[in-house]
T-cell receptor
Framework: EAQVTQNPRYLITVTGKKLTVTCSQNMNHEYMSWYRQDPGLGLRQIYYSMNVEVTDKGDVPEGYKVSRKEKRNFPLILESPSPNQTSLYFC??????????FGEGSRLTVL | GIQVEQSPPDLILQEGANSTLRCNFSDSVNNLQWFHQNPWGQLINLFYIPSGTKQNGRLSATTVATERYSLLYISSSQTTDSGVYFCAVDRGGKLIFGQGTELSVKP
């Protein structure tokens, strides 16, 4: 089954404790991206990657890192999480920035 | 940067009614997509529509790129159509989403 898989789906952590949200797709898509969704602010792009070893900042990259070492994986790294990074996170992929397929979301709470 | 505005922000319909959702954008874009976020939070791609008209069952979409807007039509609405509808525009990989239209379809 074609899908975008995120883990963990739910996480509660504390300020400053490094965490990684993994994202994997099995559709051989070149394009992958991360978003956060907050009430009243909608969906905002954090980072995107047009292909392996190519990453670019979206609208809200501060406090996040990404890497694209393999085509199928695009992890989101929070080196030192803060409470303002409490949010619902989505990973998505597409064939060359075409029709976008989303993962199921990861709800992160930073205390 | 580019601005994406959706209207109306909220919409309540009786089952069976038709509706039109609008997405305006302030600059030229590579493409435009419509998504539905269901009440469980899942985001589903409805249309990839940089220009022209597409139809999928009761839903159809039209994008007029030269006038910088797109419309999503929902006909004979069903309770399962409830949720939030987002449009998103693409500028070379950078996606900008509108604030969404929250649709509630009553039985």
């Amino acid at each position: 089954e074609a899908q975008v898989t995120q883990n963990p789906r739910y996480l509660i952590t504390v300020t400053g404790k490094k965490l990684t949200v993994t994202c994997s797709q099995n559709m051989n898509h070149e394009y992958m991206s991360w978003y956060r969704q907050d009430p009243g602010l909608g969906l905002r792009q954090i980072y995107y990657s047009m292909n392996v070893e190519v990453t670019d900042k979206g609208d809200v990259p501060e406090g996040y890192k990404v890497s694209r070492k393999e085509k199928r994986n695009f992890p989101l790294i929070l080196e030192s999480p803060s409470p303002n990074q409490t949010s619902l996170y989505f990973c998505a992929s597409s064939l060359s920035a075409g029709e976008l397929f989303f993962g199921e979301g990861s709800r992160l709470t930073v205390l | 940067g580019i601005q994406v505005e959706q209207s109306p922000p909220d919409l309540i319909l009786q089952e069976g009614a038709n509706s039109t959702l609008r997405c305006n954008f302030s600059d030229s874009v590579n493409n435009l997509q419509w998504f539905h976020q269901n009440p469980w939070g899942q985001l589903i791609n409805l249309f990839y529509i940089p220009s022209g008209t597409k139809q999928n069952g009761r839903l159809s979409a039209t994008t007029v790129a030269t006038e910088r807007y797109s419309l999503l039509y929902i006909s004979s609405s069903q309770t399962t159509d409830s949720g939030v509808y987002f449009c998103a525009v693409d500028r070379g990989g950078k996606l900008i989403f509108g604030q969404g239209t929250e649709l509630s379809v009553k039985p």
